[in-house]
């Protein structure tokens, strides 16, 4: 085994401390890499919460993770020692489901097997990003490109592939009117993305003290959500609205601002059920869907893409030990627009 250090919550109620662990040994498929920066992501904070359900403690959190591979076992040809890799929400899945055979391991049939607070289909519990080193089968380890600033593609492990995949699949680009609701992590990528794809963006917001930034990232328009001279412009406007917020919001709003037959795409997943009235939906026949992830060769392709076309993520590096601090702005809305672990602090 592989003595392997990070910052685990032991309990659902207490804050993550220095933790040692082990890691698997380097398998014949398998990829070694030496972690050196990890994103935060609110999914982080919503599993070491129990949240969503009940966790696997303790919990090393992070999946977005890129890093340097050190080690690589006897049959693996995708990698070298010494080239850059990362991991992103997935380690393994069944590779046989109908969804695993076309690259949607993202929705296993039988389960696949979260980079953290997941088992491995040995059982053992699976240990994310806020650590030293990681191995992780051949098939589940994406190449960076050497262009771009490598803690500033951390992000796109997560907060990238969640909002590229479904503007992709929605085929949402020139000619559509697209809102993207909360500007934090995946927010700020959606706006990214959006506007590479050629559509009209607009954020949508509860924190007027974001227009600047917004405006910078490459939003066309800018709306306070609490403003209501403001939203009554956008009624019947959006073709899509990409929701990525984390706390429960208010549907009957945002879906009025929807054209008849829009789509509200959810990313976000607040801790309770989301509460949506028929009605909202039936005036304008529109449709409600939610989008996970993305699998391994769409993750790919969107690092590919963002090489080629220069994006990565605004970053706040922080040191680990600061992490509860940065845990704190971001339930507050205060990120931008996204924090990454500097694992040289570790
Ligand atoms: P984040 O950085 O905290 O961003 C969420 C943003 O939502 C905030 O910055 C804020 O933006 C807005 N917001 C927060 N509370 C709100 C409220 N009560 N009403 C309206 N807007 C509110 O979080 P993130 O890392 O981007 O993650 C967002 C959500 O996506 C989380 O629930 C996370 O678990 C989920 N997620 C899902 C997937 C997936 O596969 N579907 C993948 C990753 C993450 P403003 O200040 O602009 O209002
Ligand atoms: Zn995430
Ligand atoms: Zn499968």
């Known amino acids: 085994m592989i003595n392997a250090k990070g910052y685990a919550a032991d309990t659902p109620t207490t804050n993550l401390a220095p933790w040692n662990f082990k890691r698997r040994e380097v398998g014949p498929l398998d990829?070694?890499?030496?972690i050196?920066?990890?994103?935060?992501?609110?999914?982080?904070?919503?599993?070491?919460?129990?949240?969503?359900?009940?966790?696997?403690?303790?919990?090393?959190?992070?999946?977005e993770i890129v890093g340097k591979v050190v080690k690589v076992g006897k049959q693996v040809t995708k990698f070298n020692i010494g080239d850059l890799a990362a991991v992103g929400c997935l380690v393994d899945s069944c590779r046989t489901c109908d969804n695993c055979k076309v690259g949607l391991e993202q929705y296993c049939l039988n389960g696949g097997v979260g980079t953290y607070n997941s088992r491995a289909k040995d059982g053992t519990p699976t240990y994310g990003g806020y650590s030293n080193t990681i191995v992780v089968h051949q098939d589940f380890v994406l190449s960076v490109s050497e262009k771009l600033s490598l803690p500033a593609v951390a992000p796109l492990l997560c907060a990238g592939i969640t909002t590229y995949s479904p503007l992709r699949y929605w085929k949402v680009g020139k000619g559509h009117k697209l809102a993207v609701l909360g500007l934090g992590g995946l927010g700020h990528m959606g706006v990214k993305f959006g506007v590479a794809f050629g559509a009209e963006v607009t954020v949508l917001s509860t924190s007027a003290s974001k227009e600047d930034d917004a405006k910078k990232?490459?939003?066309?328009?800018?709306?306070v959500t609490?403003?209501?001279?403001?939203?009554?412009?956008?009624?019947?406007?959006?073709?899509?609205?990409?929701?990525?917020v984390s706390a429960p919001h208010d549907f009957k709003l945002y879906l009025s601002m929807l054209k008849t037959n829009g789509t509200h795409i959810m990313v976000g997943i607040p801790p309770e059920p989301n509460r949506v009235p028929t009605f909202s939906l039936m005036d304008g026949r529109k449709s409600l869907a939610a989008s996970g992830i993305g699998g391994l060769p769409e993750t790919q392709e969107m690092l590919d893409y963002c090489a080629e076309h220069n994006i990565v993520s605004d970053i706040e590096m922080i040191d680990i030990k600061d992490i509860h601090k940065a845990y704190d702005r971001m339930v507050k809305g205060d990120v931008r627009y996204r924090f990454v672990i500097d694992m040289a602090t570790l």
């Open 226 to 244: 609490s403003d209501s001279k403001q939203t009554k412009n956008v009624k019947g406007y959006f073709d899509f609205i990409l929701d990525t």
């Open 217 to 223: 990232l490459g939003a066309h328009k800018f709306i």
């Open 31 to 34: 990829v070694q890499f030496d």
């Open 36 to 63: 050196l920066y990890c994103g935060v992501c609110h999914s982080d904070l919503h599993q070491i919460r129990n949240e969503w359900f009940a966790g696997i403690f303790p919990m090393v959190p992070g999946h």
